[in-house]
């Protein structure tokens, strides 16, 4: 969340010249910069920038001068994907450029805009206790600010020690993809502290066993969404200027009364596969919005985003899309219908099943499903909204979850199955989630938008 952090103001006084930080990252606003991690007694900070680039910084902390600095020339702009962080300080190196280092993904980064190397042996300890802050600047700064807008897992101070990435992650021996390691057998030094954000009710735990427990600001909340799976949410970088993203990328406002806007999802479907999603209608107007449903996925945001980004899916002719709206009409490939079902207003809360083995759609209101819809009946398509043929060409590519917007008045809260409606937690989960939380029952046979159900099912 974007006005959430962790801190807590160490009394343990060290004076070292070796520290390590660790921690897994997913970034939902690439238009701005966001504080990692800041240590006021290390005078170290750690950002990632709204040109993308990642910076970290060890400056005096009397001064202000800055005495060891990275900044890549790489730009990680992903908002889909977890990055893992580690930078290590060691300055008791004689070789200068072995001092400071950065890696992203366990790969060390050696490209960098800015370079600063510490000079040898410098210690970085001013002889009294500070804030360690995750996810904003420190509270000596004047308060906090600079708060970092996306997702963070298990975040890892090591005071006393410059370790490498593989202490925090390591390689899958199938997929060669990067991934979390439990970190063991680290002495973690006296201000260490590791932060897996694993209990809702108390996310500063520490469980490094130090007891450095930090305390919880804003208001942060806990997702499924980890490094291991990945969690669709709405896509930042083909979300058009008159939508804004909130909440973690899972909340869309209008924010001009002149155009349309629209955004869409990070993950697709692929052409297989049964999938199923939430959305709450928070704010609605008179004209038909927001409009909720699918576009093609190949025909999503080259064709809206290169014109200014008005409007919304399904501008081109054959292709497969549907977009309910709050007066119960559809609108089909750019065309609105006659009124065919039940309105929906604002607080309602619209499920959406798309069967992609069968070429089906449904959609429920408030756990009504619509034209007595049933999105198990398979084969049969027994109520479908829209129905198309599986191996038609419209359908290659399969389908990305579109919302369009219109007017500051019109707000959409996506629970792809993290249980959450922007900041308000679903009220009674229903069954059939597999790990996921919606509010209401999942139709047999369908799953969330997430990795591992894509890699599963899709």
Known sequence: MANSYVERNMTGDTASTKMTFSCWLKKSNPSTDGRVFGAQALACHAYWL?????????SQKDSGSTVAALKTNKKFRDVNAWYHIVFALDTTLATADDRIKLW?????????????????????AYGQSGYYTVGARTSNQGGAGHYFDGYIAHAAYVDGAALTPTSFGQTDATSGIWKFKNPTGITWGTNGFHLKFENSGAMGTDSSGNSNTFTVNGNLKQALDTPSNVYSTLNALATSSYSSLTQGNNTVKGNTNTNDGE?????GTGNKGKWYWEI????????????????????????????????????????????????????????????????FSAGNILSYALDCDNGAFYYAINGTWQNSGNPASGASRTGAIKTWTPTDEKASGGQHVCIGSYENSTQADCNFGNGFFGTTAITSAGSNGNGSLFEYDVPSGYYALNTKNLNTYG
């Open 104 to 124: 992203v993904n366990g790969v060390q980064e050696t490209s960098f805009a800015v370079r600063t190397n510490a000079s040898q042996n410098v210690t970085f």
């Open 280 to 343: 709450k209608a928070t704010g609605t107007n008179g004209n038909g919005n927001p409009k909720l449903g699918f576009v093609q996925s190949n025909r999503t945001s080259v064709m809206r985003l290169q014109n200014g980004g008005s409007g919304y899916g399904g501008a081109e002719n054959g292709s497969l899309d549907i977009m309910t709206r709050p007066d119960g009409k559809v609108t089909e490939n750019g065309s609105t219908s006659s009124v065919l079902y039940n309105s």
């Open 263 to 267: 955004t869409y999802s990070t993950l």
């Open 50 to 58: 709204s040109s993308g680039e990642l910076r970290v910084d060890f």
